[in-house]
């Protein structure tokens, strides 16, 4: 008898490292930073929805996790014993729980506060990096195992469903699709069809077809800008280039808010495996990648505000303002532009209506499930598109990959031949999409074959568009010198005997790093390179201006006599 195969990658299936249990000597030095507490009585010490909650060490007794589920209601899915501990990534954060702990009676805790959970794992580094990993595991298995987080009933086929489990996945928040075949779930919550798709919340709250911001602020996933703040630092962008400078201007003490559209990775996190970027031999996907900056940035106390767009800059005053599309603002002394870019499309006809319900610009776990075991097409003849072509060929039916030149020019070799060895990718080159076909949803696609001149048809009904992108810099309205592309221009301006810092703008105080900046190289790796980097020139921007603010009282006392 053949017993079923382990996936090692589950978190739960890793209890090791993701419920580890503390040594006795680490314990001993994590009682600095608490308090004990006996439980006289079965007491929730934390429950879903709660911010900012306290760290738990289990001492003696036990600590039982429950999660709230719409379909069956609290459930026990783990118990914490002795030299184990609570939490998972929101407790970084003021974002809401997702689970309930009930200390049992006669259990004996170490509490740490919130307040000085940083101080705790900064001062620990060993316990810390064991509590961190842990962190990331756990929320890896919540997403993994859609528990804790919320139902999304509708067509897995339809853009919004597609947008909100996209949105709420790259943001690392548990989702569940549901079929709405599901009628004596949609009749106990009096959802009617007209209403789909609507997301679900475990106390039974119905919200039909919300907008990203809204289930941002529904859910607590965004941490909006705090009022009266003048921030040392604003990173406009959580991709590659932006989570590094977070990440080093928080650790260097920098008050740092990032601000960001859609999720943190960028186009980066969009990627199912990048293989080439320095310490990880076999590779990370892009997501990974990004949760562990998000969370390494909040380590350090970045503010990570997400789903709200910046809409203009004003640069005419210092500090300078930042508008968001909530009309609300906020003010920064210095600001790191890290917007990357936007995705181009094809020039076909009907392209914006299968847009979001058909055509796609990412290849993560959750696009290769909703096109498990069909045919589709992926376009474009860069690594993004390589990396998609060899991600998806494992789940779906067949990858047709069009491409407009040649294979080997533009893409790295390892993929060149993977992509040509595999059974289940079919390459065309200098090939081109003239028509795409179908009703409500996607289901065919007109190539031409350039060599041949010949048209072909296709029975797809997903398209993955990887062409390339152009720069998101329509929001700077005038205030920075751009290239002919739209590009930041760098590394121009001068203070005093200063040499100009590669990253500066044509504003002072002003920087861009990434694929937004003129010349740049579009490797996640120089991203991160630039983003951290970056920061050196901040810390000299903001010297220069303290010491101007200083120097300017005693100006003006020298002007009065």
Known sequence: MIATPIDPTDPWLRQA???PVLSVEMIERAKAYGREEVVAEDTFVFERGQRGIDFFLVLEGEIELFIDDVRRGRRLVFTYHPGQFSGEQNIFTKRPMLLSGLAKSGSRLLRITNRDFHAFITGEPDIGETIIRAYILRRAGFVRHSEGGVLL??????????RIQRFL??????????DPAAVPLMQSLAVTADALPVVVTPDRKVWSRPSNAALADLLGINEPPERDTVYDVAVVGAGPAGLAASVYGASEGLSTIVLETLAPGGQAGTSSKIENYLGFPTGISGQAL???AHIQAQKFGARISVSHEVMKLDCSSHPYRLFLDDETSLRARSIVIAT???YRKLDVLNYDKFEGQGIHYAATAMEAQVCADENIVVVGGGNSAGQ??????RTVKHVHMLMRSGIASTMSDYLVQRIQRSPRISLYQQAEITALHGGKTLDGVTWIDHLTGESHELPVTSIFVMIGASPNTGWLDGCLDLDQHGFVKTGMATVGDTPPSPYASSKDGIFAVGDVRAGSVKRVASAVGEGSVVI???????????HAEHDEPELNATTAR
Request: proline share 2%; aromatic share 8%.
């Open 17 to 19: 490292q993701t419920f």
């Open 340 to 342: 990357g870019a936007r």
């Open 169 to 178: 996945t790259r943001n690392l928040y548990p989702v569940a699709v549901v």
């Open 536 to 546: 050196a020139a901040i810390h000299q921007f903001l010297e220069r201006q303290r």
């Open 290 to 292: 990004a949760g562990r």
């Open 153 to 162: 009933i509708g067509d897995r086929h339809h853009a919004d469903v597609l």
């Open 388 to 393: 998609a072509a060899v991600f998806l060929s």
